[in-house]
């Protein structure tokens, strides 16, 4: 991919965190912290669809958004060209472990499963 | 003999700036011999008008022939006398001894470039990237072989005129975070470099020049340091260069 199209989608999710993490943060206000964090309340929060639909959401981007941001680091850290061949792969692999693992937790949570 | 008074009270009537001694201390070393890098120290006279540059080549001409250092215009055209002097990347010609403030100065090779000698390092990569995008007017040939003139705008000339002030001294690329341990990355040079071609109204090689920085080391791997902007000595604002060519890749400009 080209490096203007990936850094459009690392500004991009950027962006569109700012927005829902303020919601997600607007949500957890409604509550103050230790009641926020109770199993109950968690549990309810996993079950009401459209906030689970929010954090996964937020799951994506952030990750999309911070693996990117790690293989740039990398990238300016050492040059080489396997080098920076198993950054990218070793990057998208780590995003895709991350939003999966994220994934299972809340639709297992959502659905009932805990 | 009345001759003789009348002189002397016409030259005691010019003002003399009072002269000082400062030391000077030039980082020495040959990457081919020495082991480890070290700092000779040098008692140089120095006047009011006496420039960085000057004490050096009078440590060279009295006291040290051996001391390698690189210039040629003396008059910060030529880009060839960039230094760490006093810890910040100047121009040694362009750098009075008074307007440094301190009686010790340290003159020290660029960072970001290897050390062929002293104070001389090798630019090699500065002008690799240079060249690489494409730093002349790109036309159609149908243009070229006409007598055609070029006409622009005074406004069209704003455009791109702080940018063709650049003299290649690497002093920007010498201070880059990015370039420090990026050994790929363009660099604020000649990223300033490709906005100047590109947004000159003569050129058509804006779609070449866009493809080339839009690399994994191209003009995304600039973070907004901005140091480079704060260290050239002509004005030319690279940080500024490269927003600008960046509006170009985002659609904000066309
Ligand atoms: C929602 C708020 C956030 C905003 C507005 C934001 C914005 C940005 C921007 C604009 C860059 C590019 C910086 C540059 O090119 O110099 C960046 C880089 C980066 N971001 Fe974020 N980011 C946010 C959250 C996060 C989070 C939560 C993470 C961790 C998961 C993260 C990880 C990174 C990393 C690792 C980089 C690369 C470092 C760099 O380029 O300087 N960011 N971010
Ligand atoms: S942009 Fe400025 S600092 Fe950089 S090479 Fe050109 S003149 Fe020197
Ligand atoms: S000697 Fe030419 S720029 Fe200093």
Partial sequence: MRESIIMKIHYGTALAAVALVAVHILFRLTQNFAESLSYQSVIANYQFLPYAGLLEIILILLSIHGFNGLR?????LKQGHSYEKAVSYGCIAAMVTVIAYGSRTIFMTSMGMF | MALAPTLAEEKASSVISPGKIIT????KFNPKIDEKKKFIEYQVPCEKWTTVLDTILDV??????????RYSCRQATCGSCGMIINGRPRLACFTKINELDSSVITVEPMNNFPIIRDLVVGFDRLFKTHKKLKPYIISEDSETISTKEFLQTPQEVEKYIQFANCIKCGLCNSVCPTMATDSSFIGPQALAQAYRYVAD?????KDDRLKIIDDSHGIWRCHFAGSCSQVCPKGVDPAMGIQL???YMLGFRS
Wanted: charged fraction near 35%; aromatic fraction near 0%.
């Fill in chain 1, 72 to 76: 740039v680091i990398l990238l300016e």
């Fill in chain 2, 24 to 27: 000077l201390r030039i980082l």
């Fill in chain 2, 60 to 69: 060279k001409k009295h006291l040290d022939h051996s001391i390698a250092v």
């Fill in chain 2, 201 to 205: 109204t003569r050129d058509k090689g």
């Fill in chain 2, 245 to 247: 060519l960046r509006g």
